[in-house]
């Protein structure tokens, strides 16, 4: 036999590793229920974290309760709403919860959200605090430890540029609803701009780059610069300020812009997450207001005074103060739209939001606004 050793016979082949799912992390990521930005939650959840989104359906009665119950009564109304937002979100299967606010009191609730979470016995969870990037060294590796964190196998420069698109998305949505406040009221059919406005939103929640967030804005302004209005040539003009939870999200102003739209008012709010967060310079803007502000009085504070100084000398007919109830930022606010308002004598109405607000009270107050305004305004036009 021959002492050349034989071929081993052949060898099964070894399997391939299975390839991994390249669309989603195994994470289900939720943020809270806040205004009208779910598209660019959902977009920053599947584009940039590459994760699956969770969205939340309509608030019940069970998330005030919820929020109210395991909160204690010195925190402001937006950490109730969380909270409740938070529980309802882990319920329906999220693992991941997201805790973005930051420029006030709420940057610190996120650590106390979640310890409360935990010991309501909500443990399969962890929460992306956006709020801790502020107190690192280096917020770039703090966001990559964030990414990662969601999703281990993210690609960290190529998320970051979907940033960008990000970016627009926002800017897109407060300018479309900016559009809306001031043109709604006059509609010639009702409903005409809340389904416009739907469909933008449907739009934007399935863009998924650059160009189709592009598209899906120019549709939708096509579509509610088209609607037939009944717009007076001098309509009562209200500019809406005030902390930046309670003056943007409905729910936590009580449907704030609807109830002053049904009412045939051009409503206009300069605080948006625009102008909060991607073109924010507060130095600048502090400037343009230098009669009444000398310092930074707080996170909200600046675009409040800049806003109210700006209505009133564009000759609006009155403005609206909304506020979580304890906002210390806001409240330092009154005294200084006290002196614009005698300053410019324009009318002021003071909103402040607990968990005891009804809808009937402030019925009321704006019905009694209003027609104070309407009064003042065709007594100025007789004259």
Excluded at 134 to 145: F, I, Y
Excluded at 315 to 323: C, N, Q, S, T
Excluded at 339 to 365: K, N
Aim: hydrophobic share 35%.
């Amino acid at each position: 036999m021959s002492s050349e050793k034989r071929r081993s016979p052949l060898l099964p082949r070894k399997k391939d590793k299975p390839k991994k799912d390249k669309r989603h992390s195994p994470n289900r990521v939720a943020f809270f229920r806040y205004a009208y930005y779910d598209p660019c939650f959902k977009y920053f959840t599947e584009q940039v974290l590459n994760a699956e989104y969770l969205p939340l359906p309509p608030p019940t009665r069970r998330t005030e309760e919820v929020g109210t119950q395991n909160s204690t009564d010195y925190v402001c109304t937006p950490f109730k709403h969380i909270l409740g937002d938070f529980v309802d979100a882990l319920e329906l299967g999220a693992n991941v919860v997201v805790q973005f606010c930051g420029p006030c009191r709420l940057g610190y609730y996120g650590e106390l959200q979640e310890s409360i979470l935990r010991e309501m016995g909500y443990d399969n969870f962890s929460m992306l605090n956006f709020s801790n990037g502020l107190d690192v060294n280096s917020a770039v590796g703090w966001t990559r430890e964030c990414l990662r964190q969601v999703n281990p196998d993210i690609n960290v420069p190529k998320a970051a540029l979907k940033l960008i698109p990000l970016t627009h998305m926002v800017a897109h949505v407060d300018s479309a609803y900016d559009f809306y406040l001031a043109n709604a009221g006059f509609e010639r059919e009702a409903g005409a701009f809340d389904q416009a406005w739907a469909a933008y939103l449907d739009a934007m929640s399935a863009a998924t780059d650059e160009k189709s967030i592009q598209e899906a804005h120019a549709r939708g302004m096509e579509r509610m610069r088209a609607i037939p209005l009944d717009k007076p040539e001098n309509p009562i003009r209200i500019g809406i300020v005030g902390e930046m939870f309670t003056a943007i999200d409905a729910r936590s102003n009580l449907n704030l812009d609807k109830k002053l739209l049904a009412m045939g008012v051009e409503v206009h709010r300069m605080m948006n997450l625009t102008n909060r967060f991607v073109r924010y310079n507060e130095p600048n803007l502090r400037q343009s207001a230098r009669d009444y502000i000398s310092y930074d009085m707080g996170p909200t504070s600046t675009i409040t005074i800049v806003a109210a100084k700006k209505y009133a000398a564009d000759g609006f007919d009155g403005l609206v103060h909304a506020k979580s109830a304890g906002c210390t930022p806001e409240i330092d606010c009154e005294p200084v739209l006290m002196r614009i308002a005698e300053d410019y004598s324009i009318p002021i109405l003071y909103l402040t939001y607990d968990a005891q607000t009804s809808d009937t009270g402030l019925d009321t107050r704006l019905e009694a606004f209003y027609d104070m305004l309407a009064m003042k305004k065709q007594k100025g036009t007789l004259r």
